[in-house]
């Protein structure tokens, strides 16, 4: 028998409900079978603190208890309904500011080229506060020391 047939028909011993060959098979895998025995304790010892679970009084009727059950069960649905809702404005919105003229938005503007002259060597200095200068750092870098070996 495979080991779930096993478990199924100790279950069902613990249960009573097992016919008398069914019982006999069980009482002797008991005496025989070391590990079926500590399979056997523990499904007694489960049994056990689940009859030993102190159930709460409840001061509410079933119907209250269901109705706040499904509000719970409910509520991630409404939340997704609500991001969801979020997203989908978000992008409309961005979609329809990007349609009226007069958009200063960065994000989707070209770069802009300046055209050497033969005679120079150097680009023209623009007004903009950032400059990449890839000749002369504008401080010095420092060498890494080689670890000796």
Known sequence: MQKRDCFELLSAYLDGEVTASE???????????DSFKCLYKRLLNLRKG????????TNQSSETTIEQVLKRVKRPYDLAWIFG?????????GTVSTLFPGNSSRILQMAETTELT?????????????MVALNKPVMEIPKTAIAPK
């Open 118 to 130: 033969p005679a120079v060597t150097q680009p023209a200095i623009s007004d903009s506060s950032l």
């Open 23 to 33: 019982r006999k098979q069980v009482e002797e895998w008991l005496s025989t079978d």
């Open 50 to 57: 689940l009859q030993n679970i102190p159930v709460p009084p």
């Open 85 to 93: 809702g979020a997203a989908l404005a978000a992008c409309i919105l």
